[in-house]
């Protein structure tokens, strides 16, 4: 099997390490695998520590200029054209559109991964004009639809653009590492998240602010990430007076498992999500999470495991906090029932599985089709 995965953006992000996760995996099955994508970015990286097939396009840009995006389409086109491919796996918005686009009138199978739809309640008017119409011009050239979650498949049916039969809910996965007990002195709570909407840094120095001094000097509190709001957050820090509490960094991803080891709660504050990766590997170290309840993150996050926060203020924030600092038999509780939660359901191996089982599936429903041809003739 020949499969082509594509996404615009090669910069670090959940939509990213989850299709790594997919290379690495077809490529371990024998297929033959590749990437097309934007060109320099940390995926790109990846995949030629892994020598799999980075094919670059340098059209791929956050842009509606016609002539960028014919460019775009034409380039791709042409690497379908050269590549075969059985099957083109698209994620996120701008890939869906250009993938399935230019795989017109292919003999392919053309699977699209919505990592949270761009017509989302909230998105700026034209975004989700232009984004929803887009959607339903792509609904007739698309084999299957793989929502990660429930939420994002219910506004998909609702809205029109799939419809229950072509469409599956696969949740994110993560590998559940094993652990040891973590005794330090002070609570560590870690913001994981690109410094960038729609995660809500700002919102969490501001929390953290309200805290009194006596909830201040139990904890320590790193923001983990780097983006376009990384000034105006440093900023915030400092005028809020948190720069000796707080720090602020961006560190590698094969890095990240220790500071998930090492905390004790996980916030993440965001005007919008699909399913974030974060949750879940925080989770898996059994780590309690405090995070908004927006998008498909109550489908992991229930009050056994951490506290869902329905409205994005500081004030809500800062008791919930408060209250599992203080409180470390419900805070180890939670922890453990966050791993179990984990391991039962939300593994990298189900994820692939089932997966992987998609691409099957529109495999055998093209050697029927074939055999049926052959049989008319």
């Given at each position: ?40 970015g940390w995926l790109e990286n990846q995949c030629v520590d892994l020598n799999i097939k980075f094919i670059p ?91 990660v979650s429930n939420y994002d498949q219910n506004i998909g049916i609702n809205s029109g653009v799939i419809n ?155 008791n919930a906090l408060e209250s599992l600092v203080l409180n470390s038999e419900e805070r180890k509780q939670k ?43």
């Amino acid at each position: 099997m020949k499969i082509v995965y594509l996404i615009t953006k090669s910069e670090i992000g959940g939509a990213q390490s989850h299709i790594l996760e997919l290379l690495k995996e077809g490529s371990r099955l024998g297929f033959e695998v590749s990437l097309i994508s934007s060109p320099g970015g940390w995926l790109e990286n990846q995949c030629v520590d892994l020598n799999i097939k980075f094919i670059p396009n340098k059209f791929f840009k956050n842009s509606y200029n016609p002539l960028n995006l014919f460019k775009s389409i034409s380039l791709v086109r042409k690497i379908f054209k050269k590549e075969k491919p059985d099957i083109i796996h698209c994620h996120s918005g701008g890939g869906g559109f250009y993938g399935r686009l230019a795989a017109l009138g292919l003999p392919v199978k053309k699977v699209f991964t919505v990592h949270g739809w761009s017509f989302r309640p909230g998105a700026p008017f034209f975004q989700r004009v232009v984004s929803f119409v887009a959607e339903l011009l792509m609904k007739p050239l698309t084999d299957k639809v793989i929502c990660v979650s429930n939420y994002d498949q219910n506004i998909g049916i609702n809205s029109g653009v799939i419809n229950k039969k072509s469409s599956i809910v696969i949740h994110n996965g993560v590998v559940v590492p094993e652990i040891s007990e973590n005794i330090d002195d002070k609570i560590n709570i870690i913001f994981v998240g690109r410094l960038a909407p729609p995660k809500r840094q700002d919102i969490f120095l501001k929390t953290i602010s309200l805290l009194s001094s006596d909830i201040k000097n139990k904890i320590n509190v790193e923001i983990l990430g780097d983006g376009l709001k990384r000034k105006d957050i440093e900023n915030l820090c400092q005028n809020l007076g948190l720069q000796d509490l707080t720090s602020i960094e961006s560190i590698p991803t094969e890095f990240m498992g220790q500071k998930y080891f090492h905390a004790d709660i996980l916030v993440l504050i965001s005007d919008y999500e699909a399913f974030p990766m974060v949750i879940i590997e925080a989770m898996s170290y059994g780590v309690p999470v405090v995070t908004s309840s927006v998008g498909g993150i109550p489908e992991v996050v229930d009050s056994s495991v951490g506290l869902l926060i329905k409205k994005n203020t500081p004030e809500d924030f800062a008791n919930a906090l408060e209250s599992l600092v203080l409180n470390s038999e419900e805070r180890k509780q939670k922890g453990i029932n966050a791993r179990e939660r984990i391991q039962a359901n939300f593994t990298l191996e189900k994820m692939l599985g089932e997966t992987f089982a998609v691409y099957s599936e529109l495999m055998s429903e093209n050697n029927l089709n074939r055999l049926d041809n052959d049989s008319k003739i």
